[in-house]
């Protein structure tokens, strides 16, 4: 995708890969036939440049053709740089501006409360986006009002836009921030399926508490040279790169 659009972001969609895998593949109570059932869960992609990830688990499972993924970031396409709400089937947020995920996902959590439904919402944030205040309004928030059915994911790659995270906004001790603010905290390696998998059922046994993953992950992750280089953050490859990249990964 990123190389058919000569843009796009691929290093922080390699990241996630596992995450997503595991959301759409094995924990995510989800229908491609029936994309608005009213209790389907809800994943809500906060670090929106990261979309062509959700893009292909949404072909994967069914929701649009593989074909369309390559019109990614056209002039009409449906498939734009950041993720748009319901321009394709399963997108459920328009995002762009960083920091807003999470408070779009205590308004789902929410809803599902008054609305007497037991669906659950699962928001992505990357860690640079973490330098947002927004965010921790929305950690602080979703704490106060007890929200069990929300996980956040954070993918924690260790760079954004402009370089590597630790030198733009230190946000260690990450894990004892949430907890500060009242959250279930888990630790994975973000790469290992299993603990994906397993940290993700976890968080459906929380009470009274929302749910946080910070997995640790490699920007760029299974293509050589896009690997922990800042670089790969918003560049799509050449024809060289993508023949090299499809190589590492074994495709």
């Known amino acids: 995708m990123t190389h058919a659009a000569a843009s796009g972001h691929p290093g922080g969609s390699l990241s996630a890969v596992e995450i ?15 994309p608005t059932w009213p209790d389907r869960d ?4 906060s670090k929106a440049h990261a979309v062509p990830v959700l893009y ?20 009409g396409s449906r498939l734009q740089g950041h993720s748009k709400a319901w321009s394709v089937p399963g997108v459920e947020m328009s995002g762009g501006s960083l920091g807003q995920g999470l408070s779009y996902s205590i308004g789902q959590c929410l809803a599902a409360r008054l609305d007497g439904r037991d669906y659950r919402v699962y928001c992505l944030l990357g860690d640079g986006e973490l330098d947002e205040g927004q965010c921790w309004e929305a950690a602080m928030a979703a704490a106060h009002y007890g929200l069990a059915n929300l996980t956040a994911v954070v993918d924690r790659n260790g760079i954004q ?14 894990a004892d921030k949430w ?7 888990q630790e994975v390696d973000g790469h290992d399926q299993r603990q994906v998998i397993e940290a993700l059922e ?28 800042p670089a790969w953050h918003g560049k799509g490859p050449n024809a060289e790169e993508r023949a090299r990249a499809l190589a590492d990964i074994g495709e």
């Not at 809800?42 to 992609?45: C, K, M, Q, S, V």
């Not at 910070?214 to 293509?223: D, L, Q, S, Y």
């Open 42 to 45: 809800r994943f809500i992609l």
């Open 20 to 34: 997503v895998a595991a959301l759409y593949l094995r924990v995510l109570r989800h229908d491609p036939a029936s």
């Open 56 to 75: 292909a688990f949404l072909a994967e499972c069914g929701y649009l053709p593989f074909e369309e993924l390559l019109t990614f970031r056209r002039l």
């Open 161 to 174: 836009n402009d370089g590597f995270v630790k030198d733009i906004m230190r946000t260690e001790p990450l």
């Open 179 to 185: 907890r500060a603010f009242g959250w279930q905290v």
């Open 202 to 229: 976890r968080t459906k046994q929380a009470t009274g508490c929302p749910s946080v993953i910070i997995a640790h992950t490699v920007k760029g992750k299974g293509v050589s040279f896009m690997e922990n280089n």
